[in-house]
């Protein structure tokens, strides 16, 4: 049991930092999603405003 206790110790802290990396990546994908979604409809509103179909 103490040597499962151990490895448990050993281990925790590298998937902890795994766990982190995974939502910061996560989060960041997310905003990234987002901001093109954001950025794709801002430039089609502004292209419909400023059509040249006369």
Known sequence: M???LAAVAV???SLGVG???FI???A???ADRTERRAFAEAE????KSHSTDA
Request: glycine share 0%.
């Open 24 to 26: 910061a990546m996560r």
């Open 2 to 4: 103490n040597d499962f």
């Open 19 to 21: 766990v982190l990396f």
């Open 11 to 13: 281990l925790l802290p």
């Open 44 to 47: 089609e509103k502004y292209r």
């Open 28 to 30: 960041l994908l997310n």
